[in-house]
């Protein structure tokens, strides 16, 4: 995003009088915040300029010396069919607006129409523009699923497939100026997608994280909005709000399925209008940053029940990632458990330890609720208490038995009834046995993983296994 100029496009103004493309780019700017606005007053320029600059949207008078607006309406629709141009002529006869729109104009008004309607068709135009550009990038990043900017996701270790998805996704929104959502449990990477979204943004100001969990609707207001001297008792300076730090850059709000209700009617307020009101002020302030918030919390489900705002959802949503838990994530395990074995080994000043062939089986069968927080934290734990050359299990088994979460593996568990397509279905025994064989395999022949795989002791699974090769 082009902070100093809004949109990312230019608006090109073409028209023979002087003083109509002065008023109408004043309008543009003082009612809409357009900015990116070029002006032609000789159509034959047209052409030059479309080759050179980046331009997005024409207005195009008719009338006019030279080139007139109809012969260039024709050739703008053959050699640059995804520009859209907006037709504001003196004329106002049907036959001419009809071979406008059969040339491919996307829109037509008349000069003696209320300027701000003209003024909103063009901010109409500009948003539909957006979108398709966004569609349009994303979608040739997905088939490529390549990365113009890797290092923007140098934090981010994976070896995912969805997670480059992810990846390809961010770039393609990252200089939108609609919000983004980032959800995912906690400890899956949100803040550090987050980052990076900033970071390809382009925008020069800074990150500015608010967790909005567990605010009242005055003490988030007074953090995003600020105050003015005075606005209420105690108040004895002014407070700059969060959303003015964060000028030219981005506001990442992060826990938003917390907000309040009443939070959340200010919030939307703000996204909607652009403008906000610092407390005690009645002078409205412009908002000039990307908004960026993140939740665990499944907002679809809080929107159904009716404690997040279906109107404020569907905004929040225009760009949305699901980052995977970790246990969705089957290679990046063995993957982080090298990095952070390395890091932790280099931090603590140790010799890097050597895992266990059976650790990497062990973590698959737990559910990691922390994600990648609780992986490093349990990695760190046990390389500070390493002594030796290979790494104990006892931590990671500590760590796993406290935990209140039952064992899953890292494949997907079904969600329905894995036999209800068989036609004919195993016998009691046939079905024990193949589920033996199937957790003896995924725990690589650990009988103590294969267990607790099925959720039973090892002395049961030893009796069933005798039991099953008789
Ligand atoms: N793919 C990854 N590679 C390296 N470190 C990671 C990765 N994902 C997460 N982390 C680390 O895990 C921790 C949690 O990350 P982060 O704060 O971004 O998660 P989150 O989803 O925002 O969590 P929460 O919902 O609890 O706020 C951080 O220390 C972060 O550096």
Same mark, same amino acid.
């Given at each position: 995003?082009?902070?100093? *100029? !809004?949109?990312?496009?230019?608006?090109?103004?073409?028209?023979?009088?002087?003083?109509?493309?002065?008023?109408?780019?004043?309008?543009? /700017?003082?009612?809409?915040?357009?900015?990116?606005?070029?002006?032609?007053?000789?159509?034959?320029?047209?052409?030059?300029?479309? &080759?050179?600059?980046?331009?997005?949207?024409?207005?195009?008078?008719?009338?006019?010396?030279?080139?007139?607006?109809?012969?260039?309406?024709?050739?703008?629709?053959?050699? !640059?069919?995804?520009?859209?141009?907006?037709?504001?002529?003196?004329?106002?006869?049907?036959?001419?607006?009809?071979?406008?729109?059969?040339?491919?104009? !996307?829109?037509?008004?008349?000069?003696?129409?209320?300027? /701000?309607?003209?003024?909103?068709?063009?901010?109409?135009?500009?948003?539909?523009?957006?979108?398709?550009?966004?569609?349009?990038?994303?979608?040739?990043?997905?088939?490529?699923? /390549?990365?113009?900017?890797?290092?923007? @996701?140098?934090?981010?270790?994976?070896?995912?497939?969805?997670?480059?998805?992810?990846?390809?996704?961010? =770039?393609?929104?990252?200089?939108?100026?609609?919000?983004?959502?980032?959800?995912?449990?906690?400890?899956?990477?949100?803040?550090?997608?987050?980052?990076?979204?900033?970071?390809?943004?382009?925008?020069?100001?800074?990150?500015?994280?608010?967790?909005?969990?567990?605010?009242?609707? +005055?003490?988030?207001?007074?953090?995003?909005?600020?105050?003015?001297?005075?606005?209420? +008792?105690?108040? /004895?300076?002014?407070?700059?709000?969060?959303?003015?730090?964060?000028?030219?850059?981005?506001?990442?709000?992060?826990?938003?399925?917390?907000?309040?209700?009443?939070?959340?009617?200010?919030?939307?307020?703000?996204?909607?209008?652009? =403008?906000?009101?610092?407390?005690?002020?009645?002078?409205?302030?412009?908002?000039?940053?990307?908004?960026?918030?993140?939740?665990?919390?499944?907002?679809?489900?809080?929107?159904?029940?009716?404690?997040?705002?279906?109107?404020? @959802?569907?905004?929040?949503?225009?760009?949305?990632?699901?980052?995977?838990?970790?246990? #969705?994530?089957?290679?990046?395990?063995?993957?982080?458990?090298?990095?952070?074995?390395?890091?932790?080994?280099?931090?603590?000043?140790?010799?890097?330890?050597?895992?266990?062939?059976?650790?990497?089986?062990?973590?698959?069968?737990?559910?990691?609720?922390?994600?990648?927080?609780?992986?490093?934290?349990?990695?760190?734990?046990?390389?500070?208490?390493?002594?030796?050359?290979?790494?104990?299990?006892?931590?990671?088994? #500590?760590?796993?038995?406290?935990?209140?979460?039952?064992?899953?593996?890292?494949?997907?568990?079904?969600?329905?009834?894995?036999?209800?397509?068989? =036609?004919?279905?195993?016998?009691?025994?046939?079905?024990?046995? !193949? *589920?033996?064989? &199937?957790?003896?395999?995924?725990?690589?022949?650990?009988?103590?993983?294969?267990?607790?795989?099925?959720?039973?002791?090892?002395?049961?699974?030893?009796?069933?296994?005798?039991?099953?090769?008789?």
């Amino acid at each position: 995003m082009n902070n100093d *100029l !809004y949109p990312a496009f230019g608006v090109l103004l073409v028209d023979d009088e002087p003083a109509w493309l002065r008023s109408l780019s004043l309008a543009l /700017e003082s009612n809409s915040g357009i900015t990116n606005v070029v002006l032609c007053k000789d159509s034959r320029e047209v052409m030059g300029i479309l &080759e050179r600059q980046n331009i997005g949207l024409i207005l195009l008078d008719l009338t006019m010396p030279h080139l007139c607006g109809e012969e260039l309406l024709t050739l703008i629709g053959e050699q !640059y069919p995804d520009i859209a141009t907006i037709v504001v002529s003196g004329l106002n006869q049907v036959g001419t607006i009809v071979t406008c729109m059969k040339l491919g104009a !996307y829109d037509y008004y008349v000069k003696t129409d209320d300027e /701000e309607r003209i003024v909103c068709g063009v901010l109409r135009a500009i948003k539909l523009l957006e979108l398709q550009r966004d569609t349009k990038e994303m979608t040739q990043r997905f088939v490529t699923c /390549e990365l113009k900017h890797p290092e923007a @996701f140098h934090a981010i270790c994976t070896v995912d497939r969805a997670m480059q998805s992810i990846f390809a996704y961010i =770039e393609a929104v990252a200089q939108s100026p609609l919000p983004l959502l980032i959800t995912g449990e906690s400890g899956v990477g949100k803040e550090l997608l987050a980052k990076a979204a900033h970071d390809l943004s382009g925008c020069k100001g800074e990150l500015v994280a608010v967790n909005v969990a567990g605010l009242d609707d +005055t003490v988030f207001a007074d953090t995003l909005f600020g105050h003015v001297r005075g606005a209420f +008792t105690g108040a /004895e300076s002014v407070r700059r709000g969060m959303i003015e730090v964060a000028t030219n850059g981005t506001l990442f709000l992060d826990e938003i399925g917390d907000l309040s209700t009443a939070s959340q009617v200010k919030l939307l307020r703000l996204i909607q209008e652009g =403008e906000y009101f610092p407390l005690g002020s009645d002078q409205p302030k412009r908002l000039k940053a990307r908004i960026i918030v993140a939740t665990h919390q499944n907002l679809e489900t809080k929107e159904a029940s009716g404690a997040f705002r279906r109107d404020l @959802f569907y905004r929040l949503r225009t760009h949305h990632v699901l980052i995977p838990p970790l246990r #969705k994530r089957i290679d990046d395990l063995p993957y982080l458990l090298d990095l952070f074995l390395e890091e932790a080994a280099r931090t603590l000043g140790k010799k890097k330890p050597t895992p266990p062939p059976s650790l990497v089986p062990l973590l698959s069968t737990y559910s990691f609720p922390g994600n990648i927080r609780e992986l490093k934290a349990m990695i760190y734990d046990a390389v500070s208490t390493h002594k030796g050359h290979m790494l104990s299990m006892d931590s990671f088994l #500590k760590a796993i038995n406290n935990s209140s979460e039952h064992p899953v593996t890292m494949a997907s568990v079904p969600e329905h009834n894995p036999f209800a397509c068989f =036609e004919r279905l195993p016998t009691f025994a046939n079905a024990a046995t !193949y *589920l033996l064989e &199937e957790a003896l395999t995924r725990a690589k022949g650990n009988q103590t993983l294969a267990a607790r795989l099925l959720g039973i002791s090892q002395p049961s699974l030893w009796k069933r296994l005798k039991l099953a090769r008789r």
